[in-house]
């Protein structure tokens, strides 16, 4: 015995080695019911029964285990109404919309970056993805600001974290255009982010005041149990009915009167090597307004890949040996 009453180094060796000796068999015993669970009943002999018996917390454990698994695998499958009952809901759908007196939507991520040393901030739009070298708590795109330098950052809420962002999340205009909501729409949103503002969807309001909440989505979402309506459908085609239902024609789309691009800032010198998405033409399936007889090859290339074709990522160059 060591002085003090403490274990000897031998006694707490030995010590380790009885709990390594037990985590191993706890480990040993846990995959040995793993597979007699896998059988079936009728296939158990009766000393696996025995010994499924004997272990009921293991069972229990595992049982668990493998029911949060097909949980969060039916959570990711797609799931898509039919033609009929599709229509349907966007009936439904549209008489709220019609009935509406604040709606609000929500969707996807944007595509800018707010300067944020600039006063006032300073907001730069592009035509390609800029959160392709961004993450969790890393927002610097490894551009920089025209007029003071400073690197931009994205405008994104990344899983995990809250916005704290003004422009262009506009968050105060944002929130008080919530509070005013009788009804939500939310297009192709997993809502993993959103889920986490209280007050976006009107939660310090008692229950029968909260907004009526609609959902196109084809996978699960946070908020399904408290939608009024959810819509399993892609939300091109729920939209292209819903537009019909309310009598509204759906605009042919234009790139050239896009004004995503004549509001982008375009990369300086030295920055095109700062992502890595394919170039894109503003259009080459049609030439510009006013001047039908222009060919396709004049058509002014800009660069990205978040609008339109050419989303894909160059592939990666081989390392000369």
């Not at 239902?245 to 300086?268: H, K, M």
């Amino acid at each position: 015995m060591a002085a003090g009453g403490g274990l000897s180094r031998s006694e707490r060796k030995a010590a380790e080695r009885v709990r390594r000796l037990r985590e191993e068999q706890q480990r040993e015993r846990l995959r040995q019911v793993s597979r007699i669970l896998r059988k079936a009943a009728a296939e158990r002999s009766a000393e696996e029964g025995r010994l499924l018996a004997e272990s009921e917390d293991l069972v229990t454990e595992l049982q668990g285990r493998s029911r949060r698994r097909e949980g969060l695998k039916r959570r990711q499958e797609e799931v898509c109404d039919d033609p009929e009952e599709l229509r349907r809901k966007v009936r439904e759908l549209a008489g709220a919309v019609r009935s509406a007196r604040h709606l609000v939507v929500y969707t996807g991520a944007g595509i800018s970056t707010v300067c944020t040393s600039c006063i006032p901030n300073r907001e730069y739009v592009r035509v390609f993805d800029v959160t392709e070298r961004t993450a969790l708590h890393r927002h610097l795109t490894g551009r920089t600001c025209h007029k003071c330098g400073t690197q931009l950052r994205d405008t994104i809420v990344h899983f995990g974290e809250r916005g704290t962002l003004g422009q262009p999340l506009n968050w105060e205009a944002a929130t008080e255009a919530a509070s005013k909501a009788d009804t939500i729409l939310c297009l192709g949103s997993s809502l993993k982010v959103l889920k986490k503002y209280p007050r976006l969807w009107c939660m310090t309001k008692p229950p029968s005041r909260r907004p009526k909440l609609y959902i196109v989505n084809l996978q699960w979402t946070p908020k399904d149990d408290w939608a009024a309506l959810k819509l399993h459908g892609k939300c091109d085609d729920v939209m292209r009915l819903l537009m019909d239902e309310l009598g509204l024609e759906i605009p042919v789309y234009n790139r050239w009167q896009d004004p995503i691009f004549s509001l982008a800032t375009p990369l300086r010198a030295g920055e095109e090597g700062s992502h890595s998405r394919k170039s894109l033409c503003r259009s080459r399936e049609e030439p510009p307004p006013g001047d039908q007889s222009a060919p396709l090859a004049s058509a002014t290339p800009i660069l990205g890949g978040w609008f339109g074709r050419g989303c894909a990522k160059r592939a990666k160059r081989k390392k000369a040996a």
